[in-house]
């Protein structure tokens, strides 16, 4: 059975980089009808935190990554490491070790000096040491010395390494700790992981890992090493470039459907298709489709999929995210309020689900001012008379309909024999504060006609100030 197992450490956020990797390691297990592992990797006890497991435990829910085994935590596996250990050194792959940092930094100092890689000498490898009361020491493993450790790469294709050039690691701190690489190998061991995605940072350390799954008497499992995710401007993704936690999208109003929408395309394809469903990703998915080459991150390009799952997604799933973030902004609107017309119109229009509320907060609640470039522009001298006509119409209208609403507005334009833009733009910034929004007549019918009339009176004493000003 396939098995695959997504294993961040709760250091921080959960990065996008990290939310790829969780997404194609899910993706690969349901199309094989496999199973799909969390495993929280807090062996760094100075800097994992609960804070931090609580983050990645939301985000994976957010994106809906259910798993099928899981959470497991390490430090509650430190026994079962520790027995992997003892087990190393009884068959003679491991060895106690008592080279001081001291003599470690040194040797590394003199390597580089002589342009040599940094690596242990193996000063301790012969000498069968026995632990010690008194005298720190760690243990290594040993590594083989001769020929060459060889895994099966899906990205990379069949990588060797020799022997030779790696070095005999530490699998057990002084204090009794296992390291990364020990308890890696045990966890996919004893949790039968049979496929490895992860980010080809770790490629190093997989001949390593390779090795101890060897002298553990372990199956060796195929692995899968993603190129990195690089910001737009060629470097490797950070802050600099923006929101990289993916609950910062949360926040920021976009759709987990989009996300991982977006998420699936950096560093895999099918052809030329951009949208994919859950059920496509699952069913088109392969190994055999990653990229060889880094992904970029692009703002613009995850702002449009998640346009277009805005624009397509039922209306009612829209309405309710607009109403989670209008409370979260303590705005509140009466039944008279059409949001479901409003929320039609505007997510033609907004990338996010923020950027549609911001768009339509001016129907619930008066602008404190109008965005200075739209009435520089607009609210003018000669706008006057055309707000004017219309505020004195708009009074009169027996019916607020977009269809009467917009039979005013041409009115106008034709007794002042002006442009349509002469008269619905100085009527757009009036009423809404900008320039932007849906069909203006649709705009002021969902506005209602008393705050129009409001908003226009506004709009006439603010031009008339600029007049006597």
């Known amino acids: 059975m396939i098995k695959t197992r997504f294993a961040p450490s709760p250091t921080g956020v959960l990065h996008v980089g990290g939310a790829r990797t969780a997404l194609f390691c899910w993706l690969y297990s349901k199309q094989k009808k496999g199973r799909f592992v969390l495993r929280i990797e807090d062996t760094d006890l100075e800097r994992s935190t609960e804070q931090s497991v609580k983050a990645i435990l939301d985000a994976m829910e957010w994106l809906g ?45 003199q390597q580089m000096a ?70 890696v190998v045990v966890d996919d061991m004893d ?21 101890i799954l060897r002298a553990l008497g372990a199956s060796v499992p195929e692995y899968a090493h993603v190129p990195m995710i690089l910001g737009d401007d060629g470097k490797r993704l950070s802050k600099r470039h923006g929101a990289v936690g993916v609950m910062e999208y949360f926040e920021a109003g976009y759709l987990p459907e989009a996300m991982l929408n977006y998420l699936v395309r950096l560093g895999w394809s099918h052809g030329d298709q951009e949208i994919f469903s859950r059920a496509e990703m699952i069913e088109l998915f392969s ?59 505007y997510r033609q229009r907004s990338s996010t689900i923020n950027e549609l509320v911001d768009s339509i907060l001016y129907i619930f609640q008066d602008f404190e001012q109008y965005d200075e470039k739209a009435a520089a522009k607009v609210l003018k001298p000669q706008a006057l008379l055309p707000l004017q006509r219309l505020r004195e ?30 008269v619905g733009q100085p009527l757009r910034v009036a009423i809404t504060g900008g320039s932007f929004s849906p069909p203006i007549d649709q ?27």
């Open 191 to 211: 949790m039968a992981i049979t496929h490895v995605l992860r980010g080809d940072d770790h490629v190093n350390n997989t001949p390593r890992q390779v090795n």
């Open 443 to 469: 705009t002021a019918e969902l506005l209602g006609r008393d705050r129009c009339l409001a908003r226009l009176d506004r709009a006439i004493e603010y031009i008339g100030a600029i007049k006597t000003g």
């Open 287 to 345: 190994l055999d489709g990653l990229n060889k080459s880094a992904s970029t991150f692009n703002t613009g390009k995850l702002n449009w999929i998640n346009q277009q799952y805005l624009m397509s997604m039922p209306l009612d799933n829209i309405i309710r995210l607009v109403e989670q973030r209008l409370q979260r902004l303590g705005i509140s609107y009466d039944a008279t309020t059409d949001l479901s017309a409003l929320v039609d119109l």
């Open 393 to 422: 119409q708009f009074g009169a209208l027996g019916n607020w309909t977009a269809g009467d609403i917009h039979g005013v507005i041409e009115a106008t334009t034709r007794e002042l024999e002006v442009g349509m833009g002469k």
């Open 114 to 183: 002589d342009r040599q890689k940094p690596r242990y000498d193996g000063r301790c490898r012969d000498l069968g040491l026995e632990p010690q009361v008194d005298v720190p020491m760690v243990i290594r493993f040993r590594n083989p010395q001769q020929g060459v450790v060889s895994f099966k790469d899906h990205v990379k294709g069949e990588v060797n390494v020799s022997n030779s050039e790696l070095d005999d690691l530490i699998i057990e701190r002084s204090d009794g700790s296992p390291t990364y690489n020990l308890s």
């Open 65 to 109: 990554l259910d798993y099928d085994e899981g959470p497991y935590y390490q430090t509650q596996r430190f026994e079962r490491y520790s027995a992997a250990i003892r087990q190393l050194v009884e068959q003679g792959d491991a060895y106690y070790c008592q080279c001081s940092r001291e003599r470690l930094e040194g040797l590394r100092a």
